[in-house]
């Protein structure tokens, strides 16, 4: 049986390549504001939905840190829009596109079941809609995942702005807070879980990351050399860590996740 999937965040890097990537079933794309809720219901029951991939978010850190209301309202009272005509709806099966900003740093790979304290204000808009999501959906995925990157990434991420930044400059940089590690998976590895969860019917919160750090100074480094370029570091007096413990993922989906770091970012 084909069913109707409703997904948020259609203009997105995730949901132009869920756009891509389609299965069997039928894609309705969601192109308004998700925090207008006579908007949502209408485009809900105009295409008959039984299943959502809410990929729609403001993610950005410092976009967010520019505008904290509006990232609460787009990331947890739209969230809260779209779980409330859900629940209304009997949908069968909602996926919620979070993050691993949910979680506080720790200097071993994170499992699911570990402390949420939430690393960014990003992270804590987060935590509130998967609060919203448990408390009111049954049939529910909580996707947490980790850094992204693909070649065409917009900007205010950080490799692109990275990219952006190093190939314009004419002098030595100084790269300010790259003493971190993060755990970077590809979005076209993100589209292929998504599906395979739906797939699966998979109800319950998973980490979605490779399972590896990359130190981000040795991003910047590979985009140095790449562009003959050179700068000086400047380290957080703090270093962080946000690394996945995906074996749960790699069980449910018995995918092998693109590790190399060179191939996401050129």
Known sequence: MKLNIGVTGYSGSLGKLIRKNKSKNNYFFYKNDIRNRKKLLTWFKKNNLNAIFHLAAIVPIKIVNMN???AYNVNYIG?????????????????????????KSYKIPIKENFQTIPISYYGRTKLFAEKYVKK???????????????????????IPDLKDKIK?????????????????????????????????????????????GVYLKDIAKIILYKYKKKAVFSDNK?????IAN???LKKITKLKFESNITKMIF
């Open 136 to 158: 009111n959906l049954k049939n529910y995925c909580i996707g947490r995942i980790f850094s992204t990157s693909n070649k065409n990434q917009r900007k205010n991420y950080l």
């Open 238 to 242: 703090k270093r962080t860590y946000l």
């Open 68 to 70: 904290k209301k509006k």
């Open 168 to 212: 314009k400059t004419k002098k030595t940089l100084i790269l300010k807070n790259l003493n971190h590690y993060r755990d970077f998976v590809s979005m076209e590895d993100i589209a292929k879980v998504i599906n395979l969860l739906l797939k699966k019917k998979f109800v319950g919160t998973l980490n979605i990351g490779s399972g590896k």
């Open 79 to 103: 969230t809260k829009n779209i779980v409330d005509i859900s629940k209304s709806l009997n949908i069968k099966w909602f996926f919620l596109a979070s993050t691993s900003h949910v979680y």
């Open 246 to 248: 995906n074996k749960k």
